[in-house]
T-cell receptor, first 118, second 108 residues
Protein backbone atom coordinates (compact mmCIF):
# COMPACT_ATOMS: atom_id res chain seq x y z
CA UNK A 1 0.00 0.00 0.00
CA UNK A 2 1.70 3.19 -1.19
CA UNK A 3 -1.18 5.57 -0.72
CA UNK A 4 -2.22 8.35 1.57
CA UNK A 5 -6.01 8.42 1.84
CA UNK A 6 -7.87 11.61 2.69
CA UNK A 7 -11.54 12.09 3.50
CA UNK A 8 -13.71 13.86 2.64
CA UNK A 9 -12.70 14.91 -0.86
CA UNK A 10 -14.92 17.97 -0.66
CA UNK A 11 -16.26 19.83 2.35
CA UNK A 12 -18.49 22.89 2.55
CA UNK A 13 -18.98 24.42 5.96
CA UNK A 14 -20.31 27.55 7.57
CA UNK A 15 -18.24 29.74 9.80
CA UNK A 16 -19.88 28.36 12.95
CA UNK A 17 -19.56 24.68 12.04
CA UNK A 18 -17.17 22.13 13.49
CA UNK A 19 -15.81 19.56 11.05
CA UNK A 20 -12.79 17.30 10.68
CA UNK A 21 -10.51 16.22 7.88
CA UNK A 22 -9.06 12.72 8.09
CA UNK A 23 -5.92 11.15 6.70
CA UNK A 24 -4.62 7.59 6.78
CA UNK A 25 -1.46 5.88 5.57
CA UNK A 26 -0.23 2.30 5.90
CA UNK A 27 3.29 2.71 4.57
CA UNK A 28 4.90 2.61 8.00
CA UNK A 29 5.82 6.27 7.70
CA UNK A 30 6.60 7.96 11.01
CA UNK A 31 6.09 11.55 9.88
CA UNK A 32 2.75 13.02 8.81
CA UNK A 33 1.99 16.49 7.58
CA UNK A 34 -0.83 18.92 6.93
CA UNK A 35 -0.39 21.44 4.15
CA UNK A 36 -2.71 24.18 2.94
CA UNK A 37 -2.65 25.15 -0.70
CA UNK A 38 -4.28 28.11 -2.39
CA UNK A 39 -4.68 28.37 -6.15
CA UNK A 40 -1.42 28.93 -8.06
CA UNK A 41 0.64 28.78 -4.85
CA UNK A 42 2.91 26.03 -3.53
CA UNK A 43 1.81 23.91 -0.56
CA UNK A 44 2.16 25.80 2.70
CA UNK A 45 3.20 23.73 5.70
CA UNK A 46 0.83 23.83 8.67
CA UNK A 47 1.80 20.97 11.00
CA UNK A 48 4.25 18.10 11.22
CA UNK A 49 3.89 15.04 13.43
CA UNK A 50 6.94 12.93 14.04
CA UNK A 51 6.46 9.61 15.84
CA UNK A 52 2.93 10.74 16.76
CA UNK A 53 4.14 13.91 18.45
CA UNK A 54 3.61 17.41 17.11
CA UNK A 55 7.04 18.60 16.03
CA UNK A 56 6.24 21.65 13.90
CA UNK A 57 3.37 24.13 14.13
CA UNK A 58 3.89 26.90 11.61
CA UNK A 59 2.02 29.50 13.68
CA UNK A 60 -1.33 28.19 12.51
CA UNK A 61 -4.45 29.85 14.03
CA UNK A 62 -6.08 27.85 16.80
CA UNK A 63 -9.22 27.36 14.74
CA UNK A 64 -7.18 24.54 13.14
CA UNK A 65 -6.45 21.75 15.61
CA UNK A 66 -4.40 18.72 14.55
CA UNK A 67 -4.56 15.30 16.14
CA UNK A 68 -2.53 12.15 15.59
CA UNK A 69 -4.38 9.24 17.24
CA UNK A 70 -1.79 6.68 16.08
CA UNK A 71 1.05 6.27 13.61
CA UNK A 72 -1.33 5.70 10.69
CA UNK A 73 -3.94 8.38 11.30
CA UNK A 74 -3.92 12.15 11.21
CA UNK A 75 -6.89 14.44 11.74
CA UNK A 76 -7.41 18.15 11.31
CA UNK A 77 -10.25 19.57 13.37
CA UNK A 78 -11.83 22.73 12.04
CA UNK A 79 -13.85 25.23 14.04
CA UNK A 80 -14.99 28.81 13.44
CA UNK A 81 -13.20 29.05 10.13
CA UNK A 82 -13.17 32.11 7.92
CA UNK A 83 -13.92 32.29 4.19
CA UNK A 84 -10.22 32.94 3.54
CA UNK A 85 -9.50 29.47 4.95
CA UNK A 86 -11.07 27.99 1.83
CA UNK A 87 -8.31 25.99 0.15
CA UNK A 88 -7.06 22.53 -0.76
CA UNK A 89 -5.84 20.78 2.38
CA UNK A 90 -3.19 18.19 1.72
CA UNK A 91 -2.08 15.42 4.00
CA UNK A 92 1.32 13.86 3.36
CA UNK A 93 3.63 11.35 4.96
CA UNK A 94 7.29 10.39 4.82
CA UNK A 95 9.56 7.90 6.56
CA UNK A 96 11.09 10.62 8.70
CA UNK A 97 10.36 14.27 9.39
CA UNK A 98 13.94 15.38 8.83
CA UNK A 99 16.24 14.37 6.01
CA UNK A 100 17.40 10.78 5.93
CA UNK A 101 21.04 10.04 6.65
CA UNK A 102 21.17 7.90 3.54
CA UNK A 103 18.96 7.67 0.53
CA UNK A 104 15.94 9.83 0.00
CA UNK A 105 13.08 10.53 2.37
CA UNK A 106 10.17 10.75 -0.03
CA UNK A 107 7.09 12.85 0.75
CA UNK A 108 3.88 11.23 -0.46
CA UNK A 109 0.71 13.32 -0.75
CA UNK A 110 -2.90 12.33 -0.43
CA UNK A 111 -5.45 13.48 -3.01
CA UNK A 112 -6.46 16.41 -0.82
CA UNK A 113 -9.64 17.74 0.75
CA UNK A 114 -11.18 20.75 -1.00
CA UNK A 115 -12.60 22.99 1.73
CA UNK A 116 -15.06 25.80 1.09
CA UNK A 117 -16.03 28.06 3.99
CA UNK A 118 -19.21 30.07 3.46
CA UNK B 1 15.42 30.71 6.08
CA UNK B 2 15.99 28.01 3.52
CA UNK B 3 15.00 29.06 0.02
CA UNK B 4 14.09 27.14 -3.07
CA UNK B 5 13.74 29.24 -6.20
CA UNK B 6 12.01 28.38 -9.44
CA UNK B 7 11.12 30.42 -12.49
CA UNK B 8 7.34 30.64 -12.25
CA UNK B 9 6.95 30.65 -16.04
CA UNK B 10 4.72 30.06 -17.78
CA UNK B 11 6.95 27.90 -19.94
CA UNK B 12 5.54 26.85 -23.28
CA UNK B 13 7.08 24.21 -25.52
CA UNK B 14 5.79 22.50 -28.66
CA UNK B 15 4.82 18.86 -28.54
CA UNK B 16 7.84 16.61 -28.99
CA UNK B 17 10.34 19.21 -27.75
CA UNK B 18 12.48 19.08 -24.62
CA UNK B 19 11.17 21.04 -21.64
CA UNK B 20 13.80 22.24 -19.18
CA UNK B 21 12.81 23.23 -15.67
CA UNK B 22 15.29 24.71 -13.22
CA UNK B 23 15.52 25.11 -9.49
CA UNK B 24 18.13 26.68 -7.21
CA UNK B 25 18.45 26.26 -3.47
CA UNK B 26 20.16 28.29 -0.79
CA UNK B 27 21.44 25.68 1.68
CA UNK B 28 24.74 24.23 0.51
CA UNK B 29 24.22 21.31 2.88
CA UNK B 30 21.00 20.16 1.20
CA UNK B 31 21.15 16.57 0.06
CA UNK B 32 17.77 15.33 -1.21
CA UNK B 33 15.83 16.95 -4.04
CA UNK B 34 12.44 16.16 -5.45
CA UNK B 35 10.35 17.04 -8.48
CA UNK B 36 6.59 16.93 -8.17
CA UNK B 37 4.01 17.40 -10.89
CA UNK B 38 0.69 18.98 -10.02
CA UNK B 39 -2.28 19.16 -12.33
CA UNK B 40 -4.77 21.93 -11.72
CA UNK B 41 -7.02 21.09 -8.78
CA UNK B 42 -5.10 17.90 -7.95
CA UNK B 43 -2.45 17.05 -5.39
CA UNK B 44 1.28 16.94 -6.12
CA UNK B 45 2.62 13.62 -7.37
CA UNK B 46 6.27 12.63 -7.19
CA UNK B 47 8.08 12.39 -10.52
CA UNK B 48 11.65 11.88 -9.38
CA UNK B 49 14.07 12.36 -6.54
CA UNK B 50 17.82 12.74 -6.73
CA UNK B 51 20.52 12.96 -4.08
CA UNK B 52 23.75 12.30 -5.95
CA UNK B 53 25.53 14.73 -8.25
CA UNK B 54 24.91 14.04 -11.91
CA UNK B 55 21.95 12.78 -13.89
CA UNK B 56 19.17 10.38 -13.05
CA UNK B 57 16.90 9.16 -15.81
CA UNK B 58 13.43 7.65 -15.62
CA UNK B 59 11.70 7.23 -18.95
CA UNK B 60 11.25 10.63 -20.56
CA UNK B 61 12.36 12.42 -17.41
CA UNK B 62 15.93 13.28 -16.40
CA UNK B 63 16.84 15.00 -13.16
CA UNK B 64 20.20 16.75 -12.99
CA UNK B 65 21.90 17.79 -9.77
CA UNK B 66 24.87 20.09 -9.41
CA UNK B 67 25.64 20.61 -5.73
CA UNK B 68 28.59 22.93 -6.38
CA UNK B 69 26.31 25.35 -8.23
CA UNK B 70 23.33 24.56 -6.01
CA UNK B 71 20.88 23.82 -8.75
CA UNK B 72 18.72 20.93 -9.76
CA UNK B 73 16.90 20.64 -13.06
CA UNK B 74 14.29 18.47 -14.69
CA UNK B 75 14.33 17.67 -18.39
CA UNK B 76 11.25 16.27 -20.07
CA UNK B 77 12.00 14.74 -23.45
CA UNK B 78 9.40 14.29 -26.18
CA UNK B 79 7.01 16.57 -24.29
CA UNK B 80 3.34 15.65 -24.52
CA UNK B 81 0.23 17.78 -23.95
CA UNK B 82 -0.41 15.58 -20.90
CA UNK B 83 2.80 16.98 -19.38
CA UNK B 84 1.09 20.38 -19.09
CA UNK B 85 1.06 21.03 -15.34
CA UNK B 86 2.85 22.90 -12.59
CA UNK B 87 6.18 21.39 -11.57
CA UNK B 88 7.31 21.84 -7.98
CA UNK B 89 10.89 21.50 -6.82
CA UNK B 90 11.40 20.48 -3.18
CA UNK B 91 14.32 20.01 -0.80
CA UNK B 92 14.28 17.83 2.32
CA UNK B 93 16.00 19.35 5.34
CA UNK B 94 14.40 19.63 8.78
CA UNK B 95 11.20 19.69 6.74
CA UNK B 96 10.36 19.83 3.06
CA UNK B 97 10.87 23.19 1.38
CA UNK B 98 9.03 23.88 -1.85
CA UNK B 99 9.71 26.26 -4.67
CA UNK B 100 6.86 28.34 -6.05
CA UNK B 101 6.47 26.01 -9.04
CA UNK B 102 6.88 26.39 -12.79
CA UNK B 103 3.82 26.22 -15.02
CA UNK B 104 4.47 24.20 -18.17
CA UNK B 105 2.25 24.18 -21.23
CA UNK B 106 2.94 21.75 -24.06
CA UNK B 107 1.38 23.00 -27.26
CA UNK B 108 0.03 20.32 -29.65
Amino acid sequence: DTEVTQTPKHLVMGMTNKKSLKCEQHMGHRAMYWYKQKAKKPPELMFVYSYEKLSINESVPSRFSPECPNSSLLNLHLHALQPEDSALYLCASSHFAARATSGANVLTFGAGSRLTVL
Amino acid sequence: QKEVEQNSGPLSVPEGAIASLNCTYSDRGSQSFFWYRQYSGKSPELIMFIYSNGDKEDGRFTAQLNKASQYVSLLIRDSQPSDSATYLCAVNEDQFYFGTGTSLTVIP
